[in-house]
């Protein structure tokens, strides 16, 4: 697949940028915010894009032609306000599915949060903006024509992937490295069982692609 990569800058973005680098499979094309981020991209062969999240549908619409797959891993990120969370996390992701449709690529993978199908699981949140932000965002790709996959995981952490993991619909409070969250997008992305789904990941006992084929 030719893959568009919103967020190649972030966390589980820069793990995406590598897998994807290694793959045979598929190819990359990363879309980030700043000229200078695009620049140390491409300098490290990753081809690269510059367009913003707060910007247009067209112009998000012209960073993602010729693509057959995008990957939504962005994020207004834990120092910013409620307004950016509402312009990126929401406005940008929904502005972002609308590209997608625009150009006609079929697939999409959705990075969440954990329990963000569930209110009630945040309803005391203190990130509950962020939350409502995943919660409506996800809604719009369900209603879309997109065949989409939403991967919500749990607690972030940057310590060395294990290769195994527990998904379901509902899981309680986890964690999962980054590392095998941008592993189980990889992995959705030609999973058929991963089509027009949408799980909780946490750490497990089950090898990726193993946990992924038995949803």
Do not use: C
């Not at 695009?38 to 910007?55: F, H, P």
């Not at 079929?106 to 995943?134: C, E, G, L, Q, T």
């Not at 992995?187 to 089509?195: C, F, G, I």
């Not at 006992?205 to 949803?215: C, G, R």
Request: glycine content about 8%.
């Amino acid at each position: 697949m030719k893959i568009l990569l919103i967020g190649a800058n972030g966390q589980i973005g820069k793990h995406l940028v590598s897998l994807i680098q290694e793959s045979e499979e598929h190819s990359l094309k990363a879309m980030v915010r700043r000229e200078e981020q695009a620049d140390a991209l491409k300098e490290s062969g990753v081809d690269a894009v510059v367009a913003n999240l707060e910007g247009s549908v067209e112009q998000l619409a012209g960073a993602m032609e010729g693509s057959d797959a995008i990957i939504f891993s962005a994020g207004s990120g834990g120092n910013t306000g409620a307004d950016k969370t509402l312009l990126v996390d929401l406005d940008g992701a929904v502005k972002s599915i609308e590209a997608a449709e625009q150009v006609g690529a079929k697939r999409f993978v959705m990075v969440s949060a954990i329990n963000a199908d569930n209110r009630d699981a945040w309803a005391d949140s203190p990130i509950k903006p962020y939350m409502a932000a995943k919660h409506y965002a996800d809604k719009e790709l369900i209603a879309s024509e997109l065949n989409y996959t939403i991967v919500r995981p749990g607690g972030l952490l940057n310590e060395p992937g294990t290769g195994k993991v527990t998904v379901a619909e509902s899981l309680t409070r986890g964690s999962v490295p980054r590392e095998d969250v941008a592993r189980t997008i990889i992995a959705s992305l030609n999973e058929e069982k991963t089509y027009r789904q949408s799980f909780d990941l946490i750490t497990g006992d089950t090898p990726i692609a193993d946990a992924l084929n038995n949803l």
